[in-house]
């Protein structure tokens, strides 16, 4: 890291080191492998035939997974499937459904 800190330094004297963020690192989610959380979400979805709302989905994953369905491990996996929900309304795969109850809901395209 010296050395690092020393080369910044010979080409910008003036710039001051601690101004640097450290790299943020991501923790991967200990219950699904990549991608499986997208591909069981999609495999809910489809088999469901209906829109789902998040809470819905997340449900299904924690039995599919047979894992203990706990406050804090539900909010963890359904922070989860919110962001592949997401990343696949991006895509194109899935829309939200007005359902007028204020739930979104969510089905494939």
């Known amino acids: 890291m010296s050395h ?7 080409f910008a004297p003036e710039y001051d080191l601690r101004t640097i963020k450290s790299k943020r690192t991501n923790t991967r989610n200990q219950y699904f492998v990549k991608g499986e959380a997208q591909r069981l979400t999609l495999d809910v979805m489809r088999e469901a035939g209906k829109p789902l709302n998040n809470l819905e989905i997340t449900a299904q994953l924690l039995e599919r997974k047979g894992i203990e369905a706990t406050e804090a ?5 359904q ?14 795969i899935v829309r939200e459904i007005d359902n007028g109850a204020g739930v979104m809901k969510w089905e494939i395209v």
């Open 4 to 10: 690092l800190d020393g080369s910044i330094k010979l």
């Open 73 to 77: 491990i539900t909010a963890r996996i």
């Open 79 to 92: 922070k989860n499937v919110f962001a592949v929900i997401h990343r696949l309304e991006a895509r194109h």
